[in-house]
């Protein structure tokens, strides 16, 4: 952060050539990013995607009717509300998920999986909610309610950069100041959005994502330009709709605004994880160039991160597995 309270900003259009290839399409970072820039790389043009026809009211009238799921009480969103309950214990969040067969199943899957150590020995939905966390039961609960539980719901790699954020959240939430429950979850959903998209454009949202990471452009103009709203915007309207904490869908909403970062705790968290997720998909165990000590507000230096990223990449392919389940 410079002395004025912004967030330092690299200058537009500087790109750096990772060391190694990319193992998976990058987060469309931001600004600040060696790899968020506009116009052209490395003198090859990047290809703008026009307009689709219909794109936009389609989009609109699938975000407006998940706006008005909450009216038709379906389970999912029965489970979010619990979850949000303070006064809700495990078997009170197990008794609403058991109403709802396959997020029952995936969770009880979840639990017995080798990410959580207990493999074979979680019997009944109460223990297995106690074993995930309640965090994760409501992020998995809203996705099962926006239609992003299934593989063929979502983005190729959807699920594992989920994991991977939600996992270098968890490492960082206590060193930034931020609730780590809240910021599990904010990272699961942070890209709820592009499942939101790729379920109204199917054919057309992937080619665009994979394109525009390729060129290292930052995909959310283009969103806007072809559906009327990006996916943070898309995310943010319909997890506010389904009374999800303010500041969570703060988080989710403006992950791709570098001003937000200022705003709190969680949304430096969010901004943090995602620049360590980045290099931790793509096989970089030396962060070099990115602003850590700046982000993080001084919490995190170079070594740090550096150190933070090799657990990330080591703990997030288990629960990646697990998710993608």
């Not at 106690?130 to 409501?138: D, L, M, P």
């Not at 994979?210 to 806007?224: A, D, K, S, T, Y």
Request: proline share 6%.
């Amino acid at each position: 952060m410079t002395g004025d309270g912004t967030l330092w900003r690299r200058e537009p259009g500087l790109v750096t050539t990772p060391a190694r290839p990319r193992t998976t399409a990058p987060f469309d970072l931001v600004s600040f990013d060696r790899h968020a820039v506009s116009g052209s790389v490395s003198g090859t043009t990047a290809v703008v995607t026009e307009p689709l026809t219909g794109r936009s009211l389609e989009l609109e009238e699938l975000i407006s009717a998940l706006e008005q799921l909450p009216a038709q009480q379906p389970v999912t969103l029965r489970v979010v509300a619990v979850a949000d309950d303070p006064n809700a214990g495990s078997r009170e969040l197990a008794a609403a998920a058991s109403a709802d067969v396959p997020l029952a199943a995936r969770l009880l899957r979840m639990a017995n999986s080798a990410f959580y150590g207990l493999s074979g020995r979680v019997g009944d939905l109460p223990f297995a909610v106690t074993v995930i966390g309640f965090a994760t039961v409501r992020a998995l609960a809203a996705a099962a309610a926006a239609g992003a539980m299934s593989s063929s719901g979502v983005p190729t790699g959807f699920w594992e950069r989920a994991a991977t954020t939600s996992t270098a959240a968890g490492a960082v939430s206590r060193l930034l100041g931020a609730p780590t429950s809240q910021a599990v979850c904010a990272a699961l959903l942070l890209e709820l959005g592009q499942a939101l998209l790729f379920r109204c454009d199917p054919e057309g949202y992937p080619p665009m994502w994979e394109e525009m990471n390729r060129h290292g452009v930052r995909l959310i103009e283009h969103e806007r330009a072809a559906y009327g709203m990006s996916h943070d915007t898309a995310a943010g309207r319909v997890l506010g709709a389904w009374k999800l904490p303010v500041e969570l869908v703060s988080a989710v909403e403006s992950h791709h605004d570098a001003g937000s970062a200022t705003q709190s705790p969680l949304h430096r968290t969010m901004w943090v994880s995602r620049q360590l997720a980045y290099e931790a998909l793509n096989d970089e165990t030396d962060p070099e160039g990115l602003p850590y000590d700046l982000l993080s507000g001084g919490a995190i230096d170079k070594e740090l991160a550096a150190a933070l990223v090799r657990r990330i990449r080591t703990e997030s392919q288990g629960l990646a597995a697990t998710l993608a389940m």
